[in-house]
């Protein structure tokens, strides 16, 4: 039985082998491309500074850190002042935050029977926006970052300007999402579902409606993505290491789908809030995952906890910035005299993000983008699935199959790039 | 030098580059009887979507002065005297019998969230509450099977007089297989021929729409287009930009509800009351780049004080938009108020000729000559490399004369 699934950001077609009345397997497709690695081959380095924010409307700002951050990866003794590496680091934050609320409201609510409530999505998400908009000059697709810094000046009333926008999205997280304030604090699930908020009213469902333990896959998380919040490294069944390298990761081509699949030490990996909060070690996550293991509440929960904590941690880091910093070092060398290679990987709202470049006498010729909804929807055999295709083995029916595919939050647009 | 700053201020200040904002009485005497007939007669016809802007407002908590502010702002956006406010609030509230059909192509969906983060919660509610998006992936409730029947019917039921808009180039190489959608992998290029045939015009959001954008970029791939290249026999309006701005968005929606027709367009469909002026023209910088004050490296003291971009490679005279004045979600700011230069989003193949920090003086573009034309419709590049020219001169001796300062 084939299904389409829409409101992903695009679009992708599900094929359901039942048996038994039960989920067998499923063949995920996407069907469109737009090739955006063959048309940054044989450009200038710098103008894929400008052309990738646009791989995706949705997480674009990912991407340009990610670009900016495999530009640099060329140099070896380039210098970015902590001022510049602490705006970029915001922005991407702000952008996560924006994500996980649209992804509430917008798609999550509506899939369990709620009204989708879109002004509720565009409030929290247009204050993130404007943050961004002050160092980056507009949302989606700036460009503001560049080899060596960042463009913008910014001053003490920018400064006091992003407070507020903070300020205001805290609020609106404890007016609706979850109307306690020790929300960033609480250590055990059992509080938040005796809490009161969007959140709380949604885990208390699940529960209802007996979806608790739906959704589990392979307990196997990554995140490479390292900044002054978020760690690098691997969880398998809360056992984790931080020694990883990005060596290991391999892409490979499918013959039915414009996606590539994409693995760790040839093993599928699910990355996202909840491998980030696995990793970081969220009490709050943790007891949720101990009690209810990777599925669709954990899912959930961690995508909703990440805001909180990306609010508060932005809090501090806009308070430790100096602006007597510079915001740009000129690099040693002009990038149209290299000849190297440079990779880098950031956490965008989904999971991990890589870029991969080559520059040949100072030309792009290679480059790669790995996404995060390849990570989590490679589409593996039946022996051998992706993280998705096994979280939804065994359900009867396919609603419940759509709930567990999009607590993923599938982001169609960057995979077809 | 004095001279050059003349010809410099002539050239800028030419007639033809500006689109006409005071075409006298008489003009706008019968523009607005035009309206009022016209929205007399929408007042007549059912709604399309059973939302209205007052029972919105009255939700959010907002007053009727909220919505009238909102409304002398939408009316200068659309280059039009004060006294069509009442007439811009009263299409407002008729923005619900015109019906919106909105199809997602090979797009990153940039523009859809650029609208969904549009300006200050009044326009939002026009846009999201009571403008009737008939059919938006994103958006709307169905999905699946069910929003092609929903795309369907509000085809048939608004046969000859929804709008079409849509977000995303059309890949045609290798038969368009690059892009397909639905159960049926309908190819893009068939989806919107379909959708835009009984439309009463079509709108293409963003430089993918227009001009088929990044994924047109060289060497093109997926044989990427603008819908300009696959419809024809319709009326199509262009809001290139990347993203699309939301005001002009909604300010050629309103135009429509306005009067029926599609708004005065340049030579590449923009427009004009969005697309008739140059960023260069109303940039908060310009004083700086008359003065000879330019950013000469990033991070340097001019940079620091907001000097003028045009060295560092920015496009803002060779740019039709209207960002320097309506600048971006919400009005907070803009790319070159963050000091980054324009990158020429809205002009065709910005993506290959005009990215990055590529000052227009060391690239090997050349325009087709023609020197500077009477009007907009026929501007195009002839002024384009005759300010780049001009500018040029300028900038060099700018720089002489801050170097001899120095010396002195």
């Known amino acids: ?417 | 030098m004095i001279e050059k700053r003349e010809a410099l201020a002539k050239m800028f200040s030419a007639k033809g580059s500006k689109i006409n904002t005071n075409r006298g009485a008489e003009y706008y005497d019968s523009l607005m009887q035009t309206m009022t007939k016209r929205l007399a007669e929408l007042e007549q016809t059912p709604a399309a979507s059973k939302a209205s802007i007052e029972s919105v407002l009255e939700a959010e908590g907002l007053t009727r002065r909220d919505f009238m502010k909102w409304a002398s702002a939408a009316c200068a956006a659309l280059m039009l005297p004060s006294n069509f406010t009442p007439l811009i609030a009263q299409a407002a509230v008729l923005m619900n019998r015109v019906p919106v059909i909105w199809i997602e192509l090979q797009d990153c969906a940039g523009n859809s969230e650029a609208i969904l983060r549009s300006d200050a919660p009044t326009i939002d509610e026009l846009i999201l509450e009571t403008i009737s998006l008939e059919f938006n992936e994103t958006l709307m409730a169905a999905a699946g099977h069910a929003a092609e029947a929903h795309l369907e019917e509000a085809m048939h039921t608004f046969k000859g007089k929804y709008l079409c808009v849509v977000e995303g180039a059309i890949p045609l190489a290798m038969n368009g297989l690059y892009g397909t959608m639905g159960a049926k992998a309908e190819t893009y290029k068939d989806h919107l021929i379909r959708v835009a045939k009984d439309s009463a015009a079509v709108v293409a959001v963003g430089t993918c729409a227009t001009f088929g954008g990044v994924p047109a970029a060289s060497p093109n791939p997926t044989g990427a287009v603008g819908v300009q290249d696959v419809v024809k026999g319709k009326a199509i309006i262009n809001i290139p930009a990347c993203p699309a701005n939301p005001a002009n968005i909604t300010g050629t929606i309103l135009h429509f509800v306005l009067t029926g027709q599609v708004p005065e367009l340049d030579h590449l469909n923009r427009p004009k009351f969005a697309f008739g002026y140059r960023i260069h023209d109303n940039c908060e910088r310009r004083a700086h780049f008359d003065a000879g004050e330019f950013v000469e490296e990033w991070g340097d003291k001019g940079a620091q004080n907001n000097f003028c971009l045009y060295k560092m490679g920015c496009k803002g005279p060779m740019t039709f938009n209207n960002c320097s004045i309506v600048r971006y979600n919400s009005g907070t700011n803009w790319p070159i108020g963050a000091g980054h230069g324009c990158i020429g989003c809205s002009e065709p193949q910005f993506w290959d000729k005009y990215a990055q920090e590529r000052p227009m003086s060391d690239t090997h573009f050349k325009a087709p000559t023609g020197g500077v034309e009477k009007t907009v419709d026929q501007f195009g590049l002839g002024l384009i490399t005759a300010a780049g020219i001009g500018i040029g001169i300028h900038a060099v001796a700018s720089l002489v004369a801050a170097k001899k300062e120095g010396d002195e």
């Open chain 1, 1 to 417: 039985m084939i299904k389409l699934i829409e409101k992903i950001e695009g679009e992708a077609k599900l094929n359901f082998n039942f048996k038994d009345n039960k989920i067998d397997f499923v063949d995920i497709k996407f069907m469109s491309t737009r090739n955006i690695e063959n048309i940054l081959r044989g450009k200038s380095p710098l103008d894929a500074l400008v052309i990738n924010p646009r791989v995706c409307g949705i997480c674009g700002h990912a991407h340009l850190i990610a670009t900016v951050g495999a530009l640099e990866d060329c140099y070896d003794d380039l210098k970015i002042s902590n001022k510049a590496k602490t705006i970029r680091e915001l922005t991407l934050n702000f952008e996560l935050i924006q994500n996980h609320f649209k992804w509430f409201y917008l798609t999550m609510l509506p899939l369990f029977g709620h009204k989708q409530q879109v002004l509720k999505a565009t409030y929290p998400s247009q204050l993130m926006a404007k943050a961004i908009a002050l160092f980056g000059g507009q949302y989606p697709h700036t460009s503001y970052a560049i080899v060596g810094g960042v463009v913008c000046e910014i001053t003490e009333m920018d400064k006091i300007k992003l407070q507020h926008l903070i300020t205001e999205t805290i609020k609106f997280v404890e007016d609706n999402l979850v109307k306690s304030e020790n929300f960033s604090v609480c250590k055990n699930i059992d509080n938040v579902f005796k809490m009161e908020g969007d959140l709380p009213n949604l885990l208390r469902q699940i529960k209802e409606e007996k979806l608790l333990e739906r959704g589990k896959s392979y307990d196997r998380f990554i995140a490479f993505g390292a900044n002054s919040y978020f760690k690098k490294g691997k969880s398998l069944k809360t056992r984790v290491s931080h020694a990883i390298s990005l060596n290991y990761v391999k892409e490979s081509e499918i013959p039915s789908s414009f996606a590539k699949n994409v693995s760790y030490k040839e093993k599928y990996y699910e990355v996202g809030p909840l491998s980030r909060a696995m990793i970081n070690k969220i009490p709050l996550v943790i007891d949720a995952h101990r009690k209810y293991g990777d599925s669709i509440l954990s899912r959930i929960l961690a995508r909703v906890c990440e805001i909180s904590q990306l609010l508060e941690h932005s809090k501090k880091l806009i308070q430790a910035l100096d602006l007597s910093e510079p915001s740009f070092i000129e690099p040693p060398v002009d990038i149209s005299q290299l000849n190297a290679s440079g990779c880098s990987a950031v956490e965008a709202a989904r999971g991990t993000l890589i870029h991969k470049v080559e520059i040949e006498n100072g030309v792009i010729k290679n480059y790669e983008i790995i996404t995060p909804t390849q990570w989590n929807l490679s589409g593996g055999t039946k022996d051998k699935q992706g993280v998705s295709q096994k979280a939804m083995i065994g359900l009867s029916d396919i609603k419940t199959a759509e709930l567990v595919f999009k607590s993923f939050d599938v982001c169609s647009v960057c995979t077809t790039h």
